[in-house]
């Protein structure tokens, strides 16, 4: 997975998913690096996701990341929630991540929108 920021960060990363009973779990790492530095953080991400009904998932994040940051050394860690509710052929995120201001953002805790949209290849029954 690749996720690139506005601010030019970029976060190459390798996912491992797999399924148990009552849901979905993945576990990333990898590297980010400003685009406009030689720094390269280390990235950990864990995520679940929990069926709620047929059309309707709750989800959890963890962002880990660790090193070489725009304020100095040190570790933010950045969880989410959100609810995923899946149409005919789309999935629709909605969430918050709770936004510290340990990027550059000074003051305190602000929460940040989560939406994601998804097409799905494979329509739902």
Not at 82 to 104: E, H, K, N, Q
Request: aromatic share 12%.
């Amino acid at each position: 997975a690749l996720f690139v920021s506005q601010s030019g960060w970029v976060a190459p990363h390798a996912l491992l998913t797999w399924k148990a009973p009552g849901g979905t779990y993945t576990l990333g790492g990898g590297a980010a690096a400003a685009l406009h530095s030689a720094d390269t953080p280390g990235l950990v991400t864990f995520s679940a996701d929990w069926p709620l009904g047929p059309r309707v998932h709750a989800l959890a994040e963890v962002w880990v990341v660790s090193g070489a940051l725009p304020n100095g050394p040190g570790t933010v860690v950045m969880p989410s929630v959100a609810t995923r509710f899946f149409l005919r052929d789309w999935s629709v995120d909605l969430g918050v991540v709770p936004f510290d201001g340990s990027f550059g953002v000074g003051g305190s805790i602000i929460p940040l929108p989560w939406f994601d949209l998804t097409w799905n290849f494979e329509r739902q029954k």
